[in-house]
């Protein structure tokens, strides 16, 4: 119920403004995102990797609705890819991005989901030169259906463009079996935006249930399996399933947030595992922290008590 009004929240224009200008909010937005500019987030990049954990650089920022706007962002990647590039850090894939699609133009009113495309494939294009690869994030369910068009769309040319898939929602176990065919880069989370009943499961233990499946059918297949949490129970259910499927550590991995667990992505990859950190960075960052407070009833109490002490 709180992740609900939470959720609903962040598309207030009021809350937002109350929320950006709050003075405490640049210590709690420091803990999830990586700083303000590519540089401040390569930084970041080269401890995690110096760590022995990989990542996924995100440009924050989401819903453009200009054309020019999502050109930018777009430029943003590929610079982005660039710089990492020329410091080495790209090599056999341990820095890679994420993109968000409808910050390259999905939701654009005309030509919207050509615009996306197109602008992936420039990202993939310079990804594919820096020898590492993209993901494509998954927003909220009206997105689903054309963000896997995309997809489809893009990989006959970039055949290693990994694509998200959320356990909350029902089609998912379908969409794991069309997906995990060889070649295939599929990250499963268990989604972090709101749904109607019809489509998601509201259950907590529901959404756990079909994470559970989900990942089943991912693991027994062909492709590459990017499972994407933080639930020390999910976890532990992955270690066991890999040992009698018998996949090789190098077939999979496990991703977590940045700032999140940061002690379970050090363990996982100090005991042989890959572990892939999602590392935000940009100042568009207040739909990706209202994200993050609504997935953890402590994260915004926390928030809240420290807007009091300063208040
Ligand atoms: P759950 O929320 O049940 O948390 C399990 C435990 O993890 C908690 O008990 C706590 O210990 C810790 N934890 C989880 N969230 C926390 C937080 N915010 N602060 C502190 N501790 C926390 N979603 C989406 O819709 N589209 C996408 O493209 C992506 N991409 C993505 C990439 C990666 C690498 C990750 C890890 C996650 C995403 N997500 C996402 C977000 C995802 O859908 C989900 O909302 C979060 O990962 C939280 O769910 P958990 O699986 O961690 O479980």
Known sequence: MLRRVLLAASVSGRVRRLVTTAPITRDVVRRFVAGETAGEAIAVVERLLADGLAVTLDYLGEDTTELEHAAAVTQEYVSLIELLHARGLTTGGRAEVSVKPTAVGLGLPEHGEKTAAENITRICSAARAAGTTVTVDME???????????????????????????????RTPSDCQALAVAGSRVRLCKGAYSAPDGVAFAARSEVDRNYARCMRILLQGSGYPMLATHDPRLIAIARSRVTTIGRDPGSFEYQMLYGIRPDEQRRLAAEGSQVRVYVPY???????????????????????????SRG
Not at 150 to 169: A, I, K, N, T
């Open 282 to 308: 940009g100042d568009d960052w207040y739909g990706y922290l209202v994200r993050r407070l609504a997935e953890r009833p402590a994260n915004l109490a926390f928030f809240l008590r420290a807007l009091r």
């Open 140 to 170: 909220d369910h009206t997105r689903v259906e054309a963000t896997l068009r995309l997809v489809e769309h893009v990989r006959p040319d970039y055949g290693d463009l990994g694509c998200v898939v959320q356990s909350y929602l029902r």
